[in-house]
DNA sequence: AAGTACGTCAACCGCAACTCA
DNA sequence: ATGAGTTGCGGTTGACGTACT
């Protein structure tokens, strides 16, 4: 493990790329499509690691690529995910076509972790910053107090195939997200441990709490997309990202003709959410984590 | 004009997870 | 089951430009 295979070559460029450089690698990348990653700088023709190539074409070669200043409302979104996500900065970026995780990641350090403290809003917990720090950390914190960062302190699951950031292992681990998620919002709610723990006079906590036991996220409103074959314990069931994204800022809640289920509808169809058209795929196990966690079965 | 502080951003680094032989 | 190779992620660094003194 460590340090890629090819950073050992000599000879390798560091560093900002040139011109040439930059043409070598999308010309290439144009004609064969990038495959193995570490092959590309040497059938490229570039002294470069693959690592580097990569991270290249990614941020910057990348045709659907948006360039700019951000808009207000992509930073709102960023605002948004961030206190549902935490610094999950490649699942925030897939909500926003056209940027890139380092993008974002440096708008967020250089420019809205800034404004949001000129508001008075503590960028890591998302609350006001003068609310004692004692109601930010639950009694049961593994986490020391100084480490008020929130969702950013949840551990990230860097399984490519499903994107889920839900933990799926530790007690620990669980409990120490938990304690530091925003709003009382327990993050350690997929643990079987923490069933129940939604507890809040907070009427946004509520909305929380209802939106998190709505069909919708409980499979009612989940659509197969991506496997027809429902009879498959293994299949996967999309979600679009926007729906985790608090509801009382994008959606409404309705009742459907029956009057019993509710369902969330969004409030503008031109949103950049609805515009995104990555989905989070969550496997019928994270799925019955969830319904264990409320209480319910799908 | 020169020096310093600050902000932005591209790129690197280290790590964890995945793939495959 | 194991380990080397590979990929992707988030944190961090350093270069550069601009504002300020």
Request: charged share 20%.
């Amino acid at each position: 493990m460590g340090r890629h295979s090819c950073c050992y070559k000599q000879k390798l460029r560091k560093g900002l790329w040139s011109p040439e450089e930059d043409e070598k690698l999308l010309n290439y990348i144009t004609k064969h499509g990038h495959g193995c990653w570490s092959s590309v700088p040497k059938l490229a023709g570039l002294q470069r690691c693959g690592k580097s190539c990569r991270l290249r074409w990614i941020n910057y070669l990348r045709p659907d690529l948006k360039r700019g200043p951000f808009s207000q409302q992509e930073e709102n979104l960023i605002i948004e995910l961030h206190a549902v996500l935490g610094n999950r900065w490649s699942q925030i970026a897939a909500q926003l076509p056209g940027r890139t995780d380092n993008e974002i990641k440096n708008l967020w350090n250089s420019c809205i972790k800034k404004k949001l403290r000129q508001k008075g809003i503590d960028p890591n917990t998302h609350k006001p910053l003068s609310e004692p720090l004692q109601q930010q950390v639950s009694p049961s914190s593994t986490t020391t107090a100084s480490s008020s960062s929130p969702p950013s302190n949840i551990p990230r699951n860097n399984n490519n195939n499903n994107n889920n950031f839900f933990d799926h292992n530790t007690n620990s681990t669980a409990a120490a997200a938990a304690a530091a998620a925003p709003n009382n919002f327990s993050w350690g709610l997929v643990n079987e441990s923490t069933v129940g723990s939604i507890k809040s006079d907070d009427p946004e906590d509520i909305k929380w709490s209802e939106y998190l036991h709505s069909p919708f996220l409980l499979g009612g409103g989940i659509s197969n997309t991506n496997n027809q074959n429902s009879s498959s314990s293994s299949h996967l069931q999309p979600i679009l990202y926007s729906n985790i994204v608090k509801p009382e800022s994008h959606f409404s809640n309705t009742t459907t003709a029956t009057g019993s289920n509710p369902t969330w509808h969004h409030q503008n169809d031109h949103h950049q959410l609805q515009a995104a058209s990555s989905e989070i795929m969550y496997t019928n196990k994270d799925l019955q984590r969830l319904a264990v966690a409320f209480g319910q079965t799908l």
